[in-house]
């Protein structure tokens, strides 16, 4: 029995020992739940942020540096988004920011929305990029587009001066900041012409009104507008060949000017035919007009006239105090006196 008691005892403290470690197993396995629990609801927290759509705004901030796949990406996402009140507005606020030369890749979301008003944020666009990027005209239809470019032209008008001209022999003079910023304007306002013949049917009366203008740079206007026109249309609105016709006349040198270099393209195309009332403002054009490429202009044109207006032409820009109409005359009159009676140089 004395032996027994030991062995009970260590019997019990057995036992003990086996309810302390069973307490310590149950609270160390609740601390591992609760660890497992905080873990996993931290990591969904984190993956379920990380799968978190972007919003449109950072959608389209991602698709002007893409290129290529991750730019298929991108459209994709956006495409998917058919409510314009919730993809336009951010689109405009891009636009209005946009770096131009990324400007195309919101230009191919914004294609989707052809009712969107998008006249002030292109416009400006425009004004200040370097190189004005293609297609935007587009997007420039009806009433309120043909107001924020003549709103536009407006603001340009007041203070731009056509640049200097520089003649062949002047590769010792650079170009001055100024200059340069009075081509860049000049470039907007011949997009801005080309745009306004694109708006409607009174944006080419607001071109040929301007055609005759006598601010330099409502005539650069409207001579990019009626070129844009010239070059796309099959068929010529009479009212183009009759105003043009009219403004030869001009006593402004420079509305002569806009005139005979609108008029040098619609003949090279054969969009209209030269008229015997063109002939002799043609002729005073050469003759007086200070002008270099005014008076170039006019003498190519005369040269295409019947009978002797051609050899009339070239004798007086023998005259001429550029070097190279001078010569150009030279050689027309010497191609005259080699040609056969059937031919014409």
Known sequence: MALALPLLGRKNETVSEKKALGAMNWKLRLAV????????FGLSAAFAQSEKKPTVAELLQRLQAAEGFQWELVM??????????VLVPPLLAALANVDPENAPKLLDVLVRF????????????????????????????GEPARKELLKALSEVC????????????????ELTAEDGQAMKSQRFIQWAGAALANTDSSGLDQLLA???????CRQTAAQGGLLSIILRADQIDPRIVRVVTAALSDADSGVQQSAVLTLKPLIGFDKAALSKDMLEPLFQILKSNPDYEARQAAFGLLRRAPG????????LALHDPDDHIQRSAEEFLEQLSAATPDEKP
């Not at 996402?77 to 314009?84: G, K, V, Y």
């Not at 052809?114 to 990027?133: F, G, T, W």
Request: hydrophobic share 40%; glycine share 2%; no cysteine.
């Open 33 to 40: 739940v609760a660890f497992g629990l905080t873990f996993f």
């Open 76 to 85: 994709r996402e956006l495409d998917e988004i058919q409510d314009p009140n």
């Open 114 to 141: 052809p009712d969107a008003q998008v006249a002030a944020p292109l416009v400006q666009l425009a004004r200040r990029a370097d190189q004005i990027p293609r297609g935007m005209e587009e997007f420039l239809r």
């Open 158 to 173: 007041t203070s731009w001066k056509p640049p200097a001209k520089y003649s062949d022999d002047s590769s010792a003079q």
């Open 210 to 216: 301007m055609l005759r203008d006598h601010s330099a």
């Open 308 to 315: 002797d207006a051609p050899k009339r032409a070239a004798e």
